[in-house]
């Protein structure tokens, strides 16, 4: 499977000049940052193992991610959430409905600590586990290779002077942000969609303890709750499909173009500053989402 490239789309978002590069076009079924981050499990031969074991929620991009990695390795994926509403087991849909077709065990668990549970009882030499949104080490594998991306598309259009070009995402684990700041010599900025700017502090730091690879955190006037609904939300990303035709997430990319909105940076629209946005996939969530919305609005 390939899915190493993926094409930068220049367009105009507030009449403004923007690029995106396209993950979301990376592959049929692997796409995304979740693809960037499983990308070294697919990659590299595990003879001993059977059986992926990881946990999130049942509507999560990656148990979908998972359950295409799974099965291309023809390993079995064992997914422990929390809670699944008796409406989503009576209509599947999403990430849920397609990662029970490829054969992922979805399991109902209350723990409080999910994480301890499963590594202190789940674990052997035939498992591999993988921690909730791919927060592991090894997805800095997949990532630098989207930094490589982004380097070569940097030099091709001549962007010597690295204060020329910023590169702004969503963060849920902080991961991607982490990886990409720690392999790339342009200003990575993020926003937290997951519990605030001092949470993905902390999970910068769990990934890398020097400050000097963090990326910069976007701090939002307001405070959002993840996969809540915000009226907000909808309508900006509402606005940003009418005026780009790309969709997007609608769970971390909403807070993403509200967060890019700040920037000065942005604002100024300078011929020369360039912006970089990571279209990190997940639309297969966005039936559930768009649902809910509809509901609600
Ligand atoms: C998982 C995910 C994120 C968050 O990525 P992190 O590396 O956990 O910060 C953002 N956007 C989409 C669409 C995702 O699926």
Not at 112 to 139: M, P, S
Request: charged letters at 25%.
């Amino acid at each position: 499977m390939n899915c190493k490239n993926s094409p930068i789309t220049k367009t105009k978002f507030r009449n403004k000049i923007l690029y995106v590069k396209r993950d979301d076009l990376l592959h049929k079924d692997f796409s995304g940052n979740k693809a960037r981050k499983f990308y070294y499990f697919l990659e590299n031969d595990f003879p001993n193992i059977k059986k992926i074991v990881s946990y999130g929620s049942a509507q999560a991009n990656s148990l979908y991610s998972l359950s295409v990695l799974a099965k291309i390795k023809g390993m079995k994926l064992d997914f422990y959430v929390n809670h699944i509403s008796s409406f989503l087991k009576q209509n599947p849909q999403g990430n849920y409905k397609a990662a029970l077709e490829n054969g992922a065990n979805i399991i109902e668990k209350t723990e409080n600590n999910i994480q301890r549970y499963i590594e202190e009882n789940l674990l052997n030499e035939e498992t591999l586990f993988i921690e909730e949104g791919g927060r592991v080490t090894e997805a800095q594998y997949g990532i630098e290779i989207l930094a490589q991306e982004i380097k070569l598309w940097a030099e091709e259009n001549n962007i010597n002077d690295f204060n020329n070009l910023k590169i702004v995402l969503p963060s849920g684990t902080g991961t991607t942000a982490l990886f990409l700041q720690k392999n790339l010599p342009f200003e990575v900025l993020s926003v937290s969609c997951v519990g605030g700017s001092e949470y993905l502090k902390k999970q910068f730091f769990h990934l890398e303890e020097n400050e000097k690879y963090h990326p910069t955190i976007i701090t939002m006037p307001k405070k959002y709750h993840f996969g809540k609904l915000y009226k907000e939300f909808y309508e900006i990303w509402q606005e940003v499909k009418n005026e780009t035709k790309i969709e997007f997430d609608l769970l971390y990319d909403p807070l993403g173009f509200l967060a890019l909105n700040t920037l000065k940076y942005f604002e100024e629209n300078i011929e020369e500053n360039k912006i970089l946005y990571i279209h990190q996939g997940g639309l297969l969530g966005n039936e559930t989402m768009l649902e809910r919305y509809k509901r609600k609005y």
